[in-house]
Nanobody, 128 residues
Framework: QMRLVESGGGSVQPGGSLRLSCQASLYTGSRNCLAWFRQAPGQERQVVATIYTATEEVSYSDSAKGRFTISRDSINNAMFLQMTSLKIDDTAMYYC?????????????????????WGQGTQVTVSS
């Protein structure tokens, strides 16, 4: 059974950096979307970054562009999110997610309902 486990969250000051990791228990598939989502208290869960396992094509939310970098280690079924220049607004629970099938072949627009597997989340807190 597929399991996703995030790690790397913590508390940092504004301008700091964190690297989140997501370890999958099984092969993540040749044509799936891997993604990082985040959810702040009282807000909807939002996609932060995605990577398509077939082409390694990546996408970012507007808030993540230029500051966050998504990557993966396909051999070890791991995914990462390097976050730099962190802002207070980045404070949230961060989740990794994996689709089981995809509809669009464009992870930037893949419906959230296609993400079948979710991790338990790792908390990122940015405060001065």
């Amino acid at each position: 059974q597929m399991r996703l486990v995030e790690s790397g969250g913590g508390s940092v000051q504004p301008g700091g950096s964190l690297r989140l990791s997501c370890q999958a228990s099984l092969y993540t598939g040749s044509r799936n979307c891997l993604a990082w989502f985040r959810q702040a208290p009282g807000q909807e869960r939002q996609v932060v970054a995605t990577i398509y396992t077939a082409t390694e094509e990546v996408s970012y939310s507007d808030s993540a562009k230029g500051r966050f970098t998504i990557s993966r280690d396909s051999i070890n079924n791991a995914m990462f999110l390097q976050m730099t220049s962190l802002k207070i607004d980045d404070t949230a629970m961060y989740y990794c997610a994996l689709t089981s099938t995809i509809l669009t072949h464009d992870c930037a627009t893949e419906p959230r309902t296609q993400y079948r597997y979710w991790g338990q989340g790792t908390q990122v807190t940015v405060s001065s």
